[in-house]
């Protein structure tokens, strides 16, 4: 089963408004990373918060973590129409390994409009 | 600096052939990971090399498989191509393991079987 799950699945705002997504997971974790896909393209990375950070900030984006639920949320802010794009959140299983797969959720898929 | 480079962009191949894709990471990154996307189980981990040696593989049949070069260029091969393996691989690469931290993604190659 999927490690990292987002909801909602899609999402549609006006530019200016916030997006929030969020991200859920089932095992211990030594961080979560976010990454944002434009339509058929390469996944770029947006933001990694290691299991003992609560929040981070990175530009217009700010991501939470709760290792108590099992959560994440990414929020844009002032959204622009060049973020529309697909958005991942991104675990790996904490085993003491450097190497392994990141397992993604399904994703997000944000839309924002002119 | 130049980014992680993927070739071919597109092929298109036929039931029951084999595929070489190729990934060159960014200079200096000797971690190279592979990635399936297809929108029905959307990114699913397929391998991870670092140093030339595969350090975790990923559900997939025998047919998929992969190598890394002294120069941390790697290639995946897919063999007896099946309708189910038409999707876009992408191919990741790291400093010192996915685990670890920012992955770098390439644009992908899109391949779809007939």
């Known amino acids: 089963s999927q490690q990292g799950e987002e909801d909602p699945q899609a999402l549609s705002i006006q530019e200016g408004e916030n997006a929030t997504m969020n991200c859920s997971y089932k095992t211990s974790i030594n961080n979560l990373q976010w990454y944002r896909q434009n339509s058929g393209r390469g996944l770029v990375h947006l933001i990694l918060i290691r299991s003992n950070e609560r929040e981070k900030h990175s530009g217009r984006l700010r991501v939470t973590l709760d290792t108590s639920k099992k959560s994440s949320s990414l929020l844009i802010t002032a959204s622009r129409a060049a973020d529309t794009a697909s958005y991942f959140c991104?675990?790996?299983?904490?085993?003491?390994?450097?190497?392994?797969?990141?397992?993604f959720g399904q994703g997000t898929i944000l839309t924002v409009h002119p | 600096k130049a980014g992680v480079t993927q070739t071919p962009r597109y092929l298109i191949k036929t039931r029951g052939q084999q595929v070489t894709l190729s990934c060159s990471p960014i200079s200096g990154h000797r971690s190279v990971s592979w990635y399936q996307q297809t929108p029905g189980q959307g990114l699913q981990f397929l391998f991870e090399y670092f140093s030339e040696t595969q350090r975790n593989k990923g559900n997939f049949p025998g047919r998929f498989s992969g190598r890394q070069f002294s120069n941390s260029r790697s290639e995946m091969n897919v063999s007896t191509l099946e309708l189910g393996d038409s999707a876009l691989y992408l191919c990741a690469s790291s400093l010192q393991g996915s685990l670890t931290g920012e992955l770098f993604f390439g644009e992908g190659s899109r391949l779809t079987v007939l």
């Open positions: 991104a675990t790996g299983d904490a085993g003491g390994t450097s190497y392994g797969k990141l397992t």
